[in-house]
């Protein structure tokens, strides 16, 4: 019906002529005043066929609330009849079909009596055989019975065994010795460790009696997880370093086949009231002078630590440096932007006279040159005092060091931005050079090579060898360490040491390498101060861990024998102050002694 | 130079490892059934050398197994008995959901199974290796023939369990190989010495299992299928080198012994036999009856110098290992129903005792309490109402002890109600500089034949010799004491008359030089320059061992300080007892 919705007619007669739907002209409102009016109008449906609309008869609205009600539409049908068992197990007189039954029920089946003939006959001949029962129980035989070792796969050669389980200890006893079983507080230790950190699985407990030990509630676990590492844990093969731990200490000569060397602290200079930052002992032998923060300089007398004098100074010094040249009575003092040359007037009264001789022997050349350092030579109380010329710089000088025939001078004044870091100058002539034109990096000390024209210096990481002569430069030495502090020349020229911030010593092998033939960590602080001992095969280095520790260096004259570096004594006797050990350590020239000294303000004689 | 460019990871350690991932869709395999395959052929990840490498630049973790060993793992027969396992389940979930019950019992019948005999042979080519590997299979099955019949695993699984782990029980006893047993507070553990190699296992004390959630039970019973596959065939070998019958049978003397009457009300017929055999208490029929004590000798070989003292060494340490096979020899053990039967009638028959127990207790009892030969009666309670004069009522304790120190230990202090000396284990061998319990150290010297001191005689010298020493220890300190204080006293007096100390020269006393000491000290400081001089990487490793010997000694210290305090806090106590009465 819905195709006609939108069409006025609604289907076709027989002579094919449209059937039109009836005129319905009621709207809305009539629809409306209809509903209100009309008390039948709920009972009123619209025939869809017609368009007609048609009451509904009192039967007809009962038979739909019958069919709302889900009953039949037929008042008078009884749902609940009693069923009758039509086809039941009772046999009745009379039966349902009366059809006779077939022949072949009543004669047996060729088919099938061919089929069973077959069967049997498949039997007899053994072609079929009954179900075997099935085995339950697993057979066992001996498996190998034929073993061939030789026949082993490749694979069992990468095979890694699982270890076995570790072996229980007495702790895990059920009845351990009491001090096995775990106190108060490790108990509770235990507790808060977790699982994977504690050291034993459970907590041992002891108990009276066999018949008292319950069952571990873990043991399940524990079997699951030895599967779980069986299958999942990686294997992996590693070697074990069996090796005894005194084997792998190097075989060194015994000190005591190396002596002479220092072994015990003998005399301790005391006056300073601040650190001793550098001291120096005569070419004789005889006399030690040290410089202090406290604006000092002492001359000591070695054999016996008596004072012999004391001279104020303008400030902290910060070198001193006795002339190594044995008929000059010199010493060098730098303290400020000042270089000070003293004569102490200690010892043979000729040579101190020689000295103040030859210093005033000087004559004025005949053109001056314009100098960096200001010459002076002093007069007064300072001549009374020893001072007997002044070097004034442009900046605060740090090191001074001479020269091994005591004519020339060469001082550090670190700085780095300019080229004028070090100078060297020329006592006799009164002259001071300036030997570098370019700034190379902080400056931290220099030294003059014992006989060959060479001058080392050494930068925060480098050791620059210079050759004088030829005014350029030979080597240049990496100390692979991150600044050095100290540096020293052994007497036959052909080996360095360095001491470095970083605690190391390089040890230089200036035929070998321009790498360090051997790094030396002994020190546990930075080091302060290297030296080497004029004669015998010593050297010393002094730490901010308030120890001097004194080494064998032997160098030999074959060059295809490298030096032995045995250490042989740690000395101690300073005590740390400010953090600072030792400042500076300096070997007497003729006897195997060393002197240190120290932020305690104390130098120290150790024979 | 001409050539191909080298493509990174596509050649060496890289190529050799492949992930679990990869390895599993190599196989095209479920994760469950790799994880089977790689648990019953024994297949393990490796640990790279170089992780990194392997992991082609990448460093997530992951568990990489060698590529050859996944190839392996390619041919084995058994992947496709696990896709037939997986049709096979497939049909059957069909059946049921068909209700087919005809097609469900014939699919049922023609269930897939797969033998693992050959993959035991192939994991362990040699009998030695696989008795090595017994170890574990041993603790499997002893623990899993103690789980309930119900639901965690199949009965037939807990049933077989307990047959393997009889039998291999029953070979112990007749091969008398048993070593060393640890009661720990976990289980009890066993060790033996079977064809030269060392196998522990531990058994559970018999109580009915908490089963953990967290535990899968899919992983162990597939170990347990191996584990039984190789112990029965392990347990087989082992029956045949000692020419018993397997499966395992009583023999004619003990199957007499054993009948009684209430067998009936013990077990089912079908179960008895089994039942008797699980009791231990009667040996094995032998294929060739042949004369118990037919022991190997060795064989003399004409040797000269070291080797016939070597062989004289071996012939002494034959003996006595013999000796100790037996040396509960002669014996009689009962067992009180409290005490765990099945352990101590195996450890006692290990050692050629003989052991019964009450007949309600267990089937297999071969003589009553009542017995007057009975020559230890093993008791775990505080005290018994009827005791028997001739024999030692002792607690369990003391056979396993006296198996761990191979002698008969004295039972006085082992009697009902006493307290227990502490129980050691037997698998700990102390090195030098370990600590060595004191109970330890006492039973060395039992071991070696000293009478050991009563404990009351110890204590008293004990007493004495402490006594004597604070009489010392006072004397000294008021000696030393008063010096200090003259000294002092002197030097109090100078300062108070005159500020500064006079300077006084004293004649110098000659120090007495302790020359041994300055020696040590010369050798120590030596020692010190040297370890200075080391190499950067042997230091490390020096440092490294030292550090492990300093912490055993402090470990050592440690227990020796709690055991000193503990002993001190004893004493004090019992002094206090005395005092009082």
């Known amino acids: 019906m819905e195709w006609y919705k939108d069409y006025p007619h609604i289907g076709y007669d027989l002579d094919g002529k449209k059937i039109f739907k009836p005129i319905r002209n009621k709207d809305e409102l009539d629809e409306f005043l209809d509903k209100m009016d009309n008390p039948d109008y709920w009972r009123t449906v619209q025939d869809k066929m017609t368009g007609a609309d048609i009451r509904l008869s009192d039967e007809q609205v009962d038979l739909v609330h019958r069919l709302q009600e889900g009953k039949f539409g037929d008042v008078n049908f009884n749902e609940y009849e009693p069923a009758v068992d039509f086809f039941s197990n009772e046999v009745m007189i009379h039966p349902v079909t009366n059809r006779p039954q077939d022949k072949r029920s009543f004669?047996?089946?060729?088919?099938?009596?061919?089929?069973?003939?077959?069967?049997?006959?498949?039997?007899?001949?053994?072609?079929?055989?009954?179900?075997?029962?099935?085995?339950?129980?697993?057979?066992?035989?001996?498996?190998?019975?034929?073993?061939d070792p030789n026949s082993i796969l490749g694979r069992h050669k990468m095979h890694v065994p699982a270890p076995k389980m570790k072996l229980p200890g007495h702790e895990e006893s059920y009845n351990p010795p009491p001090e096995y079983l775990m106190s108060e507080e490790e108990r509770l230790a235990w507790e808060q460790q977790d699982p994977e950190d504690r050291k034993l699985s459970f907590l041992p407990q002891k108990f009276a009696c066999l018949r008292a030990v319950p069952a571990y509630s873990r043991f399940i676990h524990e079997r699951f997880e030895r599967c779980l590492d069986l299958y999942l844990c990686p294997r992996q093969r590693k070697m074990r370093v069996n090796v005894n731990p005194e084997d792998l200490i190097p075989k060194l000569p015994k000190p005591k086949d190396?002596?002479?060397?220092?072994?015990?602290?003998?005399l301790v200079y005391r006056g300073h009231t601040s650190l001793v930052r550098s001291i120096s002992v005569s070419p004789s032998g005889q006399w030690l002078v040290s410089g202090s923060d406290d604006c000092t300089v002492r001359f000591w007398e070695v054999s016996t630590a008596r004072c012999l004098k004391t001279l104020e100074v303008g400030g902290a010094v910060k070198g001193v440096s006795w002339n190594p040249n044995p008929a000059v009575c010199l010493v060098a003092v730098s303290y400020d932007d000042t270089i000070l040359l003293l004569n102490p007037g200690l010892g043979d009264r000729l040579?101190?006279?020689a000295t103040d001789q030859l210093i005033s022997s000087y004559e004025e050349p005949e053109e001056a040159k314009d100098q960096p350092v200001q010459w002076a030579v002093s007069e007064g109380e300072g001549h009374e005092q020893g001072h007997r010329l002044v070097l004034k710089h442009p900046k605060a000088v740090r090191q001074v060091t001479w020269h091994g025939k005591g004519d020339y001078l060469a001082c550090v004044m670190p700085d780095n931005s300019s080229n004028l870091q070090v100078v060297i100058h020329q006592v006799s002539k009164r002259r001071t050079q300036n030997p570098f034109r370019k700034s190379k990096g902080l400056v931290q000390c220099v030294s003059f090579h014992p006989v060959r024209p060479y001058f080392f210096v050494a930068t925060q990481r480098y050791v620059r060898v210079y050759n004088l002569i030829k005014q350029e430069l030979t080597k240049k030495l990496m100390a692979n360490c991150k600044w050095i502090s100290s540096m020293s020349v052994h007497p036959a020229g052909d080996n360095v040491i360095c001491g470095s911030y970083d605690c190391r010593l390089a040890w230089f092998d200036l035929d070998l390498s321009t790498k360090p033939y051997k790094v030396l960590r002994h020190h546990k602080k930075a080091l302060r101060s290297v030296a080497y001992h004029n004669h015998y095969p010593l050297f010393a280095s002094g730490s901010d861990d308030g120890s001097v520790i004194v080494c064998h260096g032997m160098v030999y004259n074959d060059l295809l024998q490298n030096p032995l570096i045995v250490p042989v004594k740690v000395l101690k006797g300073h005590t740390i102050t400010h953090d600072l050990g030792v400042l500076d350590v300096t070997f007497h020239p003729t006897q195997p002694w060393v002197f240190s000294s120290g932020a305690d303000g104390t130098v120290r004689l150790f024979t | 130079m001409g050539g191909l460019q080298k493509k990174k990871y596509e050649s060496g350690s890289a190529t050799n490892y492949i992930t679990r991932n990869k390895a599993r869709k190599k196989l095209s395999l479920s994760l469950a059934d790799f994880r089977r395959l790689c648990i019953l052929k024994g297949i393990y990840p490796h640990e790279p050398k170089h992780k990194k490498k392997v992991n082609k630049g990448s460093t997530a973790p992951r568990t990489f197994y060698l590529l050859k060993d996944i190839r392996f793992l390619l041919h084995e027969p058994i992947v496709g008995k696990f896709r037939e396992y997986k049709i096979f389940v497939r049909k059957l979930r069909k059946a049921y959901g068909k209700a087919e019950w005809g097609g469900v019992e014939r699919l049922k019948e023609n269930k897939p199974v797969y033998k693992l005999d050959h993959i035991i042979k192939e994991r362990y080519p040699t009998f030695i290796d696989a008795l090595r590997d017994v170890d574990d299979s041993l603790s499997m099955c002893f623990l899993f023939s103690t789980f309930a019949r119900t639901g965690k695993c199949h009965v037939q699984t807990i049933q077989l369990c307990r047959r393997l782990s009889v039998e291999w029980m029953n070979y112990i006893i007749s091969s008398r190989s048993l070593r060393k047993v640890f009661l720990s507070i976990k289980g009890i553990y066993y060790q033996a010495e079977v064809l030269g190699q060392t196998i522990t296992w531990i058994i559970p004390y018999q109580f009915a299992h908490d089963h953990p959630t967290d535990v899968d039970y899919r992983v162990m019973a597939t170990f347990t299928e191996f584990y039984t596959t190789l112990l029965g065939f392990v347990n087989f070998r082992l029956y045949q080198t000692l020419n018993l019958v397997y499966p395992p049978k009583l023999d004619g003397q003990g199957e007499i012994s054993l009948k009684s009457e209430f067998?009936?009300?013990?077990?089912?017929?079908?179960?008895?036999?089994?039942?008797?055999?699980?009791?231990?208490?009667?040996?094995?029929?032998?294929m060739v009856p042949s004369a118990e004590e037919e022991e190997t000798e060795l064989d003399h070989f004409p040797t000269e110098g070291e080797d016939l003292e070597k062989m004289e060494v071996r012939e002494k340490m034959e003996q006595e290992q013999i000796k100790q096979k037996k040396f509960f020899e002669g014996l009689k053990f009962f067992l009180n129903r409290e005490v765990p039967r099945e352990s101590l009638a195996f450890v006692i028959r290990c050692f050629g005792g003989e052991v019964s127990w009450d007949k309600s207790l267990c089937i297999g009892s071969?003589?009553?309490?009542?017995?007057?030969?009975?020559?230890?009666?093993?008791?775990?309670?505080?005290?018994?109402?009827?005791?028997?004069?001739?024999?030692?009522?002792?607690?369990?304790?003391?056979?396993?002890?006296?198996?761990?120190?191979?002698?008969?230990?004295?039972?006085?202090?082992?009697?009902?109600?006493?307290?227990?000396p502490p129980h050691l284990s037997p698998f700990v061998e102390e090195t030098e500089g370990d600590y060595v319990p004191p109970e330890k150290l006492k039973l060395m010297a039992l071991q070696r034949g000293e009478k050991p001191q009563t404990e009351e005689d110890e204590e008293e010298e004990e007493e004495e010799e402490e006594e004597e020493e604070e009489d010392d220890d006072d004397e000294e300190d008021d000696q030393s004491e008063e010096e200090d204080e003259a000294n002092l006293a002197e030097m109090e007096d100078k300062r108070s008359r005159g500020k500064s100390l006079s300077v006084k020269v004293t004649p110098g006393k000659a120090k007495a030089e302790n020359r041994k000491r300055a020696a040590e000290e010369e050798k120590a400081?030596?020692?010190?320059?040297?370890?200075?001089?080391?190499?950067?990487?042997?230091?490390?490793?020096?440092?490294?061992?030292?550090?492990?010997?300093?912490?055993?000694?402090?470990?050592?210290?440690?227990?020796?300080?709690?055991?000193?305090?503990?002993?001190?806090?004893?004493?004090?106590?019992?002094?206090?007892?005395?005092?009082k009465c």
């Open chain 1, 107 to 147: 004669i047996p089946s060729l088919i099938e009596k061919e089929k069973v003939s077959k069967l049997v006959h498949a039997i007899k001949m053994g072609w079929i055989k009954p179900r075997r029962p099935k085995e339950t129980t697993p057979q066992y035989y001996d498996l190998w019975a034929k073993e």
């Open chain 1, 258 to 266: 190396l002596q002479p060397f220092p072994t015990t602290q003998s």
């Open chain 1, 351 to 353: 040579l101190c006279t």
């Open chain 2, 263 to 286: 067998e009936e009300d013990y077990a089912l017929e079908s179960e008895s036999y089994t039942e008797k055999l699980s009791a231990l208490s009667a040996s094995l029929a032998r």
């Open chain 2, 366 to 420: 071969t003589y009553d309490a009542t017995d007057e030969t009975i020559t230890h009666h093993i008791v775990d309670r505080p005290s018994i109402d009827k005791q028997y004069i001739n024999r030692y009522y002792i607690q369990p304790q003391w056979v396993y002890d006296s198996v761990n120190a191979k002698i008969l230990l004295p039972v006085e202090e082992y009697f009902l109600g006493v307290t227990l």
């Open chain 2, 525 to 579: 400081e030596e020692k010190r320059l040297a370890i200075m001089m080391m190499k950067k990487r042997e230091k490390y490793l020096y440092d490294k061992i030292m550090f492990g010997k300093k912490r055993n000694v402090r470990e050592a210290n440690k227990l020796a300080a709690k055991r000193k305090a503990h002993d001190d806090a004893s004493k004090e106590d019992k002094k206090k007892k005395k005092k």
